[in-house]
């Protein structure tokens, strides 16, 4: 079973407008870690940020903003004004702490911003 | 400048042929780890290390082989077993190997020739 998933393959928007990338997660312990990653067309992975299952305050990075939701298993991040630059696919991930330190990625989404 | 360093950047490999992929980090991570991505999909563990002379299978281990003989050095090599090798590899390393990010090389595009 997909531990993470990522419903959205590919969004496009225009420059300006703001996004929102979906990712959905699933696992039985109560300690986890939730990450998001950048790949730009380069290819390398971008680490942008990392949660933990105890803290549940959403967060703000300029642009950017992520709302975690134990609730509802997600871990949605958002782009304000998007820009050409934040065209990539980002990546959603899972950790369990229990069982090391296995990553989980999701299959991805992919965003491009028109200008 | 701490990072870590993947080469070459692409890479072929003729049928039958062994090759080496390359990486190494100078950020005094004791743990490292060897992905593979396909188009359109997630990362894939293929092999990792929680600390020198230490490694364990991933969950797509087979046709690879690695080896960790200094602790900023994990070299990843594609043999001839894996019958389709065509992919993005990216290496990551992380301080240890429990609760910590993953930090990654710039990755490696192997083809088919």
């Known amino acids: 079973a997909q531990k993470v998933t990522q419903a959205q393959t590919e969004i496009s928007v225009v420059e300006k407008e703001d996004v929102t990338l979906d990712c959905v997660y699933e696992t039985r312990d109560t300690t986890y870690y939730l990450f998001w990653y950048k790949q730009p067309p380069s290819g390398e992975l971008v680490f942008l940020i990392r949660r933990n299952s105890f803290d549940e305050q959403n967060e703000i990075s300029g642009r950017y903003s992520w709302n975690f939701q134990k609730s509802t298993s997600s871990f949605n991040f958002t782009i304000t004004a998007s820009q050409v630059v934040d065209s990539a696919v980002y990546f959603c991930a899972l950790s369990e702490p229990n069982t090391g330190n296995q990553f989980y990625f999701g299959t991805g989404t992919s965003l491009t911003v028109i200008p | 400048d701490g990072g870590i360093t993947q080469s070459p950047k692409y890479l072929f490999r003729k049928e039958g042929q062994n090759v080496t992929l390359s990486c190494e980090q100078n950020l005094n991570h004791d743990a490292m780890y060897w992905y593979r991505q396909d188009p359109g999909q997630g990362l894939r563990l293929i092999y990792y290390?929680?600390?020198?002379?230490?490694?364990q299978k991933g969950d797509i281990a087979e046709g690879y082989s690695v080896s960790r003989e200094k602790k900023e050095s994990f070299p990843l090599t594609v043999t001839s077993a894996q019958k389709n090798p065509t992919a993005f590899y990216l290496c990551a390393s992380s301080t240890s190997w429990t609760k910590e990010t993953q930090y990654f090389g710039p990755g490696t595009r192997l083809l088919v020739l």
């Open positions: 290390s929680q600390i020198v002379n230490d490694f």
